[in-house]
């Protein structure tokens, strides 16, 4: 089950796109395909497509095969993944190998069951962290093998890995020093729910290290995501990748653009602008790529293309778009 590397020369630039196919793409999205695409194709390197359907429930194959249309129909195109390369392209087929790496986690003692429930979790936990998610209080950390027993006859465990009380730093190509004291920032995080699912922390450093991949670009907001994942390919004796974690698109009114904005998924942005140059422009000039928002085409973008020019800043949208893809 595992995928084709991209390369047996390990320094050769790989890149990905690796959506969650729970809905429609929307600008955001895209905007993360584009700049992913760019830095590999201005390398000359190679450009993966992974689905990252986990939660096989929320993501339909029908949704992966919509990205994948509106990615073609964007200009990207990528050299293996998504349904060209068949199963392995997608989590949900990938489980025997994640329980691979699990293994090897818990042969070194980091891994423990964690029984807590989602209502005990929230009684339990503080602080609050600003994102609104808790940091374990490690609740289920010390339990004796009896308890662990008894336990497990009431209700199937979470796995959780033990995290350290130290610094993890990372340097962000795009954004710069960043880091996290894992023990206070986040406590032991869940690599496996109860029911079975792998966590996205455990499958993307295993995929992103499996696949070959030397290059991360996703959302700022994967930013604090990225010290566990530092963590976990250290202790399974991995190469981390750069990352790159690009802005994120605002509306004028600060507001921050998701999944929620059906009203500028690619969709609508398609029916609206029936070609990609205009939609290309207006991302290039939000991220600083262009000027100003003058249609262009991917090529032209990749031709120029460094990581300097890309602003860290979150890129507001000019309202034009907003209205013209809702009036449209
Ligand atoms: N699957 C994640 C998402 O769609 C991206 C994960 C990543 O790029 O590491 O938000």
């Not at 600060?254 to 990609?276: E, I, M, T």
Request: net charge neutral; hydrophobic share 35%; aromatic share 8%.
């Amino acid at each position: 089950m595992t995928a084709r590397r991209c390369s047996s020369n390990m320094q050769t630039v790989c890149g990905r796109f690796a959506p969650t196919p729970s809905g429609r793409m929307h600008l955001g999205n895209i905007l993360c395909a584009m700049l992913s695409w760019l830095s590999v194709r201005a390398a000359g390197g190679r450009y993966l497509l992974r689905i990252e359907d986990l939660d096989a429930m929320r993501c339909p194959r029908t949704l992966a095969d919509q990205i994948e249309d509106d990615l073609q129909w964007f200009g990207i195109d990528w050299d293996d993944g998504g349904s060209a390369g068949g199963e392995p392209w997608y989590q949900s087929n990938r489980f025997d190998l994640y329980g691979r790496y699990l293994e090897k986690l818990e042969r070194k003692g980091l891994l423990y069951p964690c029984f807590c429930s989602r209502a005990e979790l929230h009684a339990a936990q503080a602080p609050h962290r600003s994102d609104g998610t808790y940091v374990y209080a490690g609740t289920c950390r010390n339990l004796t093998p009896e308890q662990v027993a008894q336990k497990r006859r009431q209700r199937p465990p979470a796995v959780r890995v033990r995290v350290p009380d130290r610094q993890i730093c990372l340097i962000d190509g795009c954004q710069g020093a960043y880091a996290q004291n894992l023990a206070e920032d986040c406590g032991d995080f869940i690599l496996r729910r109860s029911d079975g699912v792998y966590g996205y922390q455990l499958a993307v450093v295993v995929d992103d290290a499996e696949m070959g991949v030397t290059e991360v670009v996703r959302g700022r907001d994967l930013l604090e995501s990225t010290p566990r994942q530092i963590y976990l390919y250290e202790q399974l004796g991995l190469r981390a990748p750069a990352f790159y974690h690009i802005p994120l698109l605002t509306a004028p009114d600060g507001r921050r653009l998701s999944k929620r904005d059906g009203d500028l998924d690619l969709g609508v942005l398609r029916g609206r602008f029936g070609r990609p140059e205009p939609i290309i422009g207006m991302l290039a000039a939000a991220v600083g790529l262009r000027p100003t928002a003058q249609p262009v085409t991917l090529q032209e973008l990749a031709a120029g293309f460094s990581w300097e020019q890309i602003s860290k800043e979150d890129a507001v949208l000019p309202m034009g778009i907003l209205q013209e893809a809702k009036t449209g």
